[in-house]
């Protein structure tokens, strides 16, 4: 079966400091990768997906990055964390050609203080 | 901008009665999808309806959709306090797209 992790799951940072949540997958090959915030008590905003190795697609334009440098890992950086960052992180995959549901990992609830 | 908006934004109802939550969206999709997210935590799929689908059920979860509408609504019978939850709709959209677009979501609380 397939499953999905994210680490770590609390993360506290001062502003201006890196960012790295790393997001894998088990249990399946070439999946679809999405990254996704979500605010408090808000729905889910999509940062970034990849279909694909090195395959990024970003939706919306901020001060963060990802990067897929293998085929079931998802990373989501930062070079200088800012207070808007702070939120619920959620990875989650889907079986290739779309269209279809997705798995999402735990989330990683991160404070920019 | 955000494809699904559902509504009620709120719903508290007691364990035994059924919960109906409704879903809006803008453009034409391949499936609109329904899911449950339980507090601080990620994303559980519940059920998927295609765009060529009308009614489906699973469990005590019935979906219907609407294209000419551009409308879905979540049923669930028999609710219970562990139901309490968000539920958030998304729709794939035609065109080939490999995204989601998720609504803003609703919240339900079952009273026991």
């Known amino acids: 079966s397939q499953t999905i992790h994210q680490w770590p799951a609390t993360l506290v940072q001062p502003v201006g400091s890196p960012l790295s949540l790393e997001c894998t997958v088990e249990g399946t090959s070439n999946p679809n990768l999405y990254w996704y915030r979500q605010a408090a008590g808000r729905g889910l905003q999509l940062l970034f997906y990849s279909v694909g190795i090195g395959q990024i697609s970003s939706e919306v334009p901020q001060n963060l990055s990802a990067s897929r440098p293998q085929d079931r890992q998802f990373i989501l950086s930062s070079k200088k964390l800012l207070l808007s960052d702070s939120g619920f992180y959620l990875c989650a995959w889907s079986l290739t050609g779309g269209r279809s549901e997705q798995y999402f990992g735990p989330g990683t609830r991160l404070t920019v203080t | 901008s955000q494809q699904g908006e559902e509504d009620p934004q709120a719903l508290s109802i007691q364990e035994g009665e059924n919960a109906t939550m409704n879903c809006s969206y803008k453009?034409?999709?391949?499936?609109l999808q329904w899911y449950r997210q339980n507090s601080g935590r990620g994303l559980v799929h519940l059920i998927l309806?295609?765009?060529?689908?009308r009614e489906k059920h699973s469990g005590r979860l019935r979906v219907t959709l609407d294209t000419s509408k551009k409308s879905s609504s979540l049923l669930i019978t028999a609710s219970r306090a562990a139901d309490t939850a968000s539920y958030f709709c998304?729709?794939?959209?035609?065109?080939?797209?490999?995204?989601?677009?998720f609504g803003k979501g609703m919240k339900l609380t079952v009273n026991p």
């Open positions: 309806i295609r765009s060529n689908e």
């Open positions: 998304a729709t794939s959209t035609q065109g080939g797209s490999e995204k989601l677009v």
């Open positions: 453009t034409s999709i391949n499936n």
